[in-house]
């Protein structure tokens, strides 16, 4: 390696490695590997048209679940106990007490909690993408609703900490086990380490040099990290995807993992949780994430497989303005070079350390480039 010529970088050629602040880590990029050809497996994309109703949905409206609970026929969203749930909402068991002294290297410690699905819409064929602002609008109030009631059961309880996690998994490649539009919601009665890992280092962010005075401060006047990026990607645009005048991004962050990994976040000011949204925001909100998921959709012209999470302060704040989150979204989607061709985390990513091919900015570019109408819309597909 000494003996090579020395050339300038090019960060689009180049192997390079970047930092990602909200979780101290870091992403080896590799650009130069777009050019390999791939022989590896590739999947079935998902392009069969729905019904508006399915009778042996699990999810449909009046359907009766796999658990024998009927479903009401709602015209909105709906909210119910998942009838297969990771966490159980029982009172804490007692540990058994032992003669021994603990083995630090051997400690296990009971949690409770509980698990909801919230479906989106009664029609089966509808995702985010495909519906109006106004019903993702009425996601958006599900949500709240749901954070409200598990945040005020937690607190109710002994335990003075927990967390409620709003997610999507969308599409089988991801691990949907129904195509109905839907999400879920887990509360647990402890903060899972991906959430308090960023909450760490929003909490103990110091910035390099003095951000400009045009940046916007956190609620307690001090440069707030996940605020300062956001202004710089917008002052950039080069990993700009949607750019909402209320006051929210969608960019494909610089230290993405996955290929057309999105971050969605507020510019403007900081929001601790999605209660503290105005309606403009909320309204922005819904408007700049349909956007985002049409763009995913048209990108190979399918339903774009991803898993999507909220995160933002673990329960409803009591005092927003001691709050160190900020709201944001991620969107991890797999796919990697058409609808049949996802990306793996193996090997070198699973022993050392993640890497991706595509850089940020040309995902973003891409992203950028396909049609905002939605694919099946301009086919004519009534969904």
Not at 85 to 110: D, G, I, V, Y
Request: glycine share 6%.
């Amino acid at each position: 390696m000494s003996g090579q010529e020395s050339t300038e970088f090019d960060p689009t050629e180049h192997p390079h490695r970047r930092f990602n602040p909200l979780i101290g880590k870091h992403v080896l990029v590799s650009p130069h590997r777009t050019k390999r050809p791939w022989k590896g497996q590739t999947e079935a994309p998902v392009l069969a048209q729905l019904p508006k109703y399915d009778a042996e949905c699990y999810l449909c409206p009046g359907n009766t679940r796999s658990g024998g609970i009927q479903n009401p026929k709602y015209q909105d969203t709906y909210v119910f106990d998942n009838d297969f749930p990771a966490l159980l909402s029982s009172p804490l068991p007692t540990q058994r007490t032992s003669s021994e002294p603990p083995n630090p290297m051997f400690t296990s410690s009971p949690v409770r909690g509980q698990c909801k699905v919230i479906c989106y819409h009664p029609r089966h064929d509808l995702t985010l993408a495909r519906m109006e602002v106004d019903d993702i609008v009425s996601v958006i109030d599900g949500w709240k609703g749901i954070y409200i009631e598990e945040g005020s059961m937690l607190r109710e309880s002994s335990s003075s900490e927990g967390h409620v996690q709003i997610f999507e998994n969308r599409g089988s490649m991801m691990g949907a086990s129904a195509p109905h539009p839907h999400g879920q919601v887990w509360t647990t009665s402890y903060v899972p380490d991906e959430p308090a890992t960023e909450l760490h280092h929003l909490a103990t962010y110091s910035p390099p040099s003095t951000p400009p005075a045009s940046h916007p401060r956190g609620l307690d006047g001090k440069p707030h990290l996940l605020l300062s990026y956001a202004a710089e990607e917008v002052e950039r645009k080069e990993r700009v995807v949607e750019l909402d005048e209320s006051g929210w991004v969608a960019v494909v962050p610089f230290w993405a993992v996955w290929p057309f990994e999105i971050l969605l976040l507020p510019y403007k000011r900081q929001i601790p949780s999605i209660l503290q949204l105005t309606p403009e925001e909320q309204e922005g909100l819904a408007r700049i994430m349909k956007k985002v998921l049409v763009r995913y959709d048209n990108l190979f012209s399918c339903p774009f497989p991803y898993s999507m999470g909220l995160h933002q302060a673990p329960l409803p704040p009591i005092d927003p303005t001691k709050e160190v989150a900020q709201t944001h979204f991620h969107f991890y989607p797999p796919l990697l070079r058409s609808a049949s061709v996802r990306k793996f985390l193996v090997g070198f990513e699973m022993m050392g350390e993640v890497q991706r091919d595509l850089t940020a900015e040309q995902a973003a570019t891409r992203l950028r480039d396909v049609s905002e109408v939605h694919y099946a819309e301009k086919v004519g597909v009534d969904q």
